[in-house]
C-alpha cells in the first residue's frame, strides 16, 4: 500500500470538497434564483468536465497555471507540479456533480413555504438559510459527496498539471497507474481495492438520502399546513 500517495489523496480530497460545496452551493443558487441573459452559458462551462476528456481538460489547467499565464503572472505564483494544482484539477472535475445535484434540491423546494416567509418579513438571507438551504439539504449532501468521489478518484488531469512524483505530488490514482506500469500488480490490487471501497461507501450515503416517495407526499401536506397556519396567523 502506497501510504503517502494515500494520505496526499484524502488532503487533497478534503481541500477540494470545501471548494465544492462553497462554489458549487454558489452556482447552483445563481441559476435556479437568478434570471439573468448568458446563464445557459455559465451552465455549459460548469458542465464541461463532465463530457470533455481528461487530456482535454488537463490542457486547458496547463494554459492556466502554466507560465505565462494571466493568474500565475498577476499572483507571481508557482502551481504547477504542486499539491494546489492537484486540488484545483479535482475541484474542477467534482464540482459539476455538486451543482447538478444541488440545482435539482433547490429547484424541489416548494415555493409556498418561501412565500410564507416572505410574507411574514422574512428576508431572502433568513429564507435562503432558514428553509431552503435545510429543505434541499439531502439533495446538497448528495452532490457534495458525489462531487467529493470524483475528486478522489481525478487521475488524468491530476497527472498532466501535477506529474508523477512520489512523496510530493502522486495521488492514490496516479500511484495506482504508476504500479501498473511497473508491474507491480499486488500493490495495485490492494489501492484498487481500496478506491473502490471508498467509492461503494459514496454511493451507498447517496442512495440512503434519497427520501421514499411517501415523504414527497408527507412534505407537500406539511407544507400547505404551514402555508395555511403562516397566511392565517397574518
Known amino acids: 500500500m502506497n501510504w503517502p500517495a494515500f494520505w496526499l489523496s484524502l488532503q487533497v480530497t478534503a481541500i477540494a470538497t470545501i471548494a465544492i460545496l462553497i462554489f458549487g452551493l454558489a452556482a447552483a443558487l445563481l441559476l435556479t434564483r437568478v434570471r439573468l441573459p448568458g446563464l445557459i452559458l455559465i451552465e455549459t462551462i460548469i458542465l464541461l468536465p463532465l463530457v470533455l476528456p481528461p487530456s482535454v481538460l488537463g490542457y486547458y489547467l496547463l494554459l492556466l497555471l502554466g507560465r505565462g499565464s494571466p493568474l500565475v503572472e498577476w499572483f507571481n505564483v508557482r502551481l504547477l507540479f504542486t499539491v494546489p494544482a492537484a486540488v484545483i484539477a ?62 478522489l478518484g481525478e487521475f488524468g488531469a491530476t497527472l498532466m498539471v501535477t506529474g508523477n512524483i512520489p512523496g510530493r505530488t502522486q495521488t492514490l490514482p496516479v500511484a495506482i497507474y504508476d504500479a501498473v506500469q511497473s508491474q507491480r500488480y499486488a500493490d495495485a490490487h490492494l489501492m484498487v481495492l481500496v478506491m473502490t471501497s471508498l467509492a461503494f461507501v459514496g454511493l451507498f450515503w447517496v442512495r440512503r438520502l434519497e427520501p421514499p416517495p411517501q415523504q414527497y407526499r408527507a412534505a407537500t401536506t406539511r407544507t400547505e399546513e404551514v402555508y395555511d397556519e403562516a397566511t392565517a396567523s397574518h
Open 90 to 151: 479535482a475541484t474542477i472535475t467534482g464540482l459539476p456533480l455538486m451543482v447538478q445535484s444541488t440545482r435539482a434540491a433547490l429547484s424541489a423546494v416548494d415555493p409556498v413555504l418561501e412565500n410564507a416567509a416572505r410574507t411574514l418579513g422574512s428576508s431572502e438571507i433568513e429564507i435562503l438559510w432558514r428553509i431552503t438551504i435545510p429543505l434541499a439539504r439531502r439533495g446538497i449532501l448528495a452532490g457534495l459527496i458525489l462531487g467529493g468521489a470524483r475528486a
